[in-house]
T-cell receptor, first 105, second 114 residues
Framework: GQQLNQSPQSMFIQEGEDVSMNCTSS?????WLWYKQDPGEGPVLLIA?????ELTSNGRLTAQFGITRKDSFLNISASIPSDVGIYFC?????FGKGTRLHILP | DSGVTQTPKHLITATGQRVTLRCSPR?????VYWYQQSLDQGLQFLIQ???????AKGNILERFSAQQFPDLHSELNLSSLELGDSALYLC?????????????FGPGTRLTVL
């Protein structure tokens, strides 16, 4: 079946640093979604991308839909403590395994 | 708060048992989705219901079944439970039938099978 590969699996960064994570697949997806999950909560949609090449921002978050439709990246600028959590990419109902973001004090 | 409620929050049971998980969608949402989240498999789509009817099926085992009732709440039934069924079961809802509609997730039911 379809699979999404997220990298890195986890990241340790200093507060204020920019973050970049990506998601790739061997299959074409027509929609890319980025979610964040906090401990004890369900995932929350951050950004939805519907068109190849699309670049979309939501505050400090920016995501792009790759032109091959087989990849997407998410950038977070000037990270803050509440950015800690697990970030998932998804192609509708298919989810990656997540990137766990840790912020060092 | 997404508006999606799930009960119970935690469930501990033994192998071979049967459990029922409940989900109430956001007001106005007609679609309900069930997912299983485990450390090794990640988030796996199980099944979608729209307005009482099954619309899409993912990696749902035959031991698992679901339904959506006239009031739009949904139940996920897990039977003959095995240790490997221990996971966080997430419910999501959306307004329409298409998977492109934004899904809102509940906090999940943490199932532990001993």
């Amino acid at each position: 079946g379809q699979q999404l590969n997220q990298s890195p699996q986890s990241m340790f960064i200093q507060e204020g640093e920019d973050v970049s994570m990506n998601c790739t697949s061997s299959s074409i997806f027509n929609t890319w979604l980025w979610y964040k999950q906090d401990p004890g909560e369900g995932p929350v949609l951050l950004i939805a991308l519907y068109k190849a090449g699309e670049l979309t921002s939501n505050g400090r978050l920016t995501a792009q839909f790759g032109i091959t439709r087989k990849d997407s990246f998410l950038n977070i600028s000037a990270s803050i403590p509440s950015d800690v959590g697990i970030y998932f990419c998804a192609g509708l109902e298919v989810f990656g395994k997540g990137t766990r973001l840790h912020i060092l004090p | 708060d997404s508006g999606v409620t799930q009960t119970p929050k935690h469930l501990i049971t033994a192998t071979g048992q049967r459990v029922t998980l409940r989900c109430s969608p956001r007001s106005g949402d007609l679609s309900v989705y069930w997912y299983q989240q485990s450390l090794d498999q990640g988030l796996q789509f199980l099944i979608q219901y729209y307005n009482g009817e099954e619309r899409a099926k993912g990696n749902i085992l035959e031991r698992f079944s679901a339904q959506q009732f006239p009031d739009l709440h949904s139940e996920l039934n897990l039977s003959s439970l095995e240790l490997g069924d221990s996971a966080l079961y997430l419910c999501a809802s959306s307004v329409g039938v298409s998977l492109t509609h934004t899904q809102y997730f509940g906090p999940g039911t943490r199932l532990t099978v001993l």
